[in-house]
């Protein structure tokens, strides 16, 4: 089985993919001062304008908030923060063949090995800026104890879709690299398009039943909903989700195992 053997090559090249992970972490900052802070730096600045120019222009429109200190800040955080991993995961694996092309050509490896590498790279640059926001969540009174727990399915659920999605669009950027630009351009509506700045509740009837299609949608107000209400997410609400997932794990794998072979002719 095809699926099988991938698995068997990345548990072959663990110590490929591992390292490749670390020395790209330390890379980044080799010659830097305060080193790891600028892998955070960027969002953090970027969640602090938000807060402070929405906190203040919709602070008052999470109902049943009103009294909770710094509800909008707890709110957009828990959006921005996954968004930004799943912002960063697709626009690397967008271009992670394109990119790592010289590597392609030159070594030997099981080529599947570069998505996983650009998944746990993201994956550290989001733990950092998670555990500065649970620290956050404990120190302003906001912890939802074992509940949170549940982060941890949605978690792997986001990493998934954005996995097979970014391998389907990756591979596919090989052939047609308009698709690298074109996928840029998409992120940026697609972050506006999903209630993370705003509420869905402010959205007018017609734009709140459009949303349901978005899959983010589903995935952002599990988050909201588990940090800011301390609730578990509506899993039927992201049973949509699951199978959109599923599918793009599908076809990602397909078409990526199907082009592999003449991937090294296109770059």
């Not at 110590?15 to 330390?26: L, P």
């Not at 080799?30 to 402070?52: C, D, H, K």
């Not at 994956?123 to 982060?151: Q, S």
């Amino acid at each position: 089985m095809p699926g099988l053997a991938m698995f068997r090559a990345l548990w072959a090249y663990r110590g490929f993919v591992w390292s490749s992970v670390m020395r790209e972490f330390h890379g980044k900052y080799r010659e830097s001062l305060l080193g790891a802070f600028w892998s955070v730096a960027n969002p953090l600045t970027m969640i602090v304008i938000y807060t402070v120019i929405f906190g203040q222009l919709m602070g008052n429109t999470l109902a049943g908030h009103e009294q909770t200190p710094y509800a909008f800040s707890i709110y957009l955080c828990s959006g921005v923060i996954t968004w930004n991993l799943f912002s960063e995961m697709l626009s690397r694996l967008n271009n992670v063949f394109v990119e790592n092309g010289n590597l392609i050509k030159k070594s030997n490896f099981p080529r599947i090995c570069l998505p996983v590498i650009v998944t746990l790279s993201a994956l550290i640059n989001f733990g950092i800026l998670m555990v500065i926001y649970l620290v956050f969540l404990l120190a302003v009174g906001h912890w939802g104890g074992l509940t949170l727990l549940a982060f941890i399915p949605l978690l792997a659920l986001q990493i998934l879709f954005a996995l097979g999605l970014g391998v389907f669009l990756g591979t596919l950027n090989v052939f047609f690299r308009d698709v690298g630009q074109l996928t840029g351009v998409v992120l940026q509506f697609w972050f506006w398009l999903t209630p993370i700045v705003y509420t869905f509740s402010a959205l007018p009837e017609t734009a709140q039943r459009l949303l349901k299609f978005n899959p983010m949608h589903a995935l952002i107000s599990s988050y909201q909903r588990l940090f800011l209400d301390g609730l578990l997410p509506d899993w039927r609400s992201l049973l949509p989700v699951c199978v959109v997932t599923v599918c793009f794990l599908l076809i990602g794998a397909w078409f990526f195992l199907s082009r592999v072979g003449e991937l090294v002719d296109e770059l």
